[in-house]
């Protein structure tokens, strides 16, 4: 895909500029290092959970899809969330994200708690500082694939870095298919656009809720590929779900669910010992 062509695709508004957006977003963060201090930044988890419970639903129908969960994302580091369905996994990455509101417990990101703020603050912090990949996409229908990558961008007014959205599409292979709506994708496709979509901002924080599940082995090695450079050469902070004990070994440590709670961990995982271990928990 070519610049010309990227720059057709995508509303006017968010080609005037290009990496302004981004420029802006990294030079505040330096910023906000400073202030604080490397030797606080360092010692500052990317997210935590301290103590989450999240209950749905009441009396008789009552389910516990978290029971307590306390975790520390390390910042500049790879963490994989392995477990049963139905062990809480997405529900852990929901309430830590912001997404959803735990019935009790603390979720943070850095050092922001999220109870403490309204809708809009949320939002605001979740669009400037989170990416996130859904375990069912949640691309907007109506939109192109390339209108899905930029939408958040676009509803913010922000800039587009164009030589990174070329690179992300092209690296992720869907470049010759963003004029195309979502319905008119393959699961695979699907999960790429929203995997475009979480890295068009260089968040400094991401959440990949099984963002292999429907790609083929090489697809796969190409997504976990991308991730793991986002760590090594860009700093970002990655949690993914998987089920895959292949994938969860590209992370840098890997930590296990069930039942609503942090049952076990490994740190420099490989896909043997992650299995061995699966295998243990009876997962
Ligand atoms: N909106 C909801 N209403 C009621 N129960 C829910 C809701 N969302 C999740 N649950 C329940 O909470 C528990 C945890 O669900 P969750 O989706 O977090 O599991 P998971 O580990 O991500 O599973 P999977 O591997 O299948 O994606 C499950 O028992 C599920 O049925
Ligand atoms: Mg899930």
Not at 217 to 230: P, Q
Request: hydrophobic letters at 40%; charged letters at 25%; aromatic letters at 4%.
């Amino acid at each position: 895909m070519t610049h010309d062509t990227a720059t057709r695709s995508l509303p006017r508004m968010i080609t005037n500029s290009l990496d302004a957006a981004v420029a802006q977003r990294s030079a505040a963060r330096t910023q906000g290092e400073t202030m604080m201090g490397t030797e606080q930044v360092a010692t500052v988890p990317a997210a935590r959970a301290d103590d989450l419970t999240k209950v749905y639903g009441t009396g008789d129908a009552a389910v516990r899809a978290l029971d307590g969960v306390s975790l520390e994302l390390e910042r500049g580091r790879f963490t994989a969330v392995m477990g049963p369905s139905g062990s809480g996994k997405s529900t852990l990455m929901h309430c830590m994200a912001g997404l959803d509101r735990p019935t009790g417990g603390r979720a943070f990101i850095g050092d922001q708690e999220l109870e403490g703020l309204d809708d809009s603050d949320l939002t605001n912090l979740r669009r400037d500082r989170v990416g996130f990949i859904f375990q069912s996409f949640n691309l907007v229908p109506m939109l192109t694939a390339a209108e899905n990558i930029t939408l958040s961008a676009d509803l913010a007014g922000n800039r587009v870095d164009l030589a990174w959205f070329d690179d992300l599409v092209g690296q992720l292979g869907i470049a010759d298919r963003l004029d195309h709506r979502p319905s008119e994708l393959s699961g695979g496709q699907q999960q790429r656009v929203a995997c475009a979509r979480a890295l068009i901002g260089r968040p400094e924080l991401i959440f990949a809720d099984e963002p292999t599940g429907n790609l083929d082995s090489n697809a796969s090695a190409e997504v976990l590929g991308f991730l793991r450079d986002a760590v090594n050469a860009h700093g970002q902070s990655i949690v993914m779900v998987t089920h895959d004990p292949l994938a969860a070994a590209y992370a840098d440590r890997v930590v296990f669910l069930a039942d609503g709670d942090v049952v076990d961990e490994i740190r420099s995982p490989s896909a043997d010992a992650v299995l061995e271990r699966m295998k243990k928990l009876g997962s």
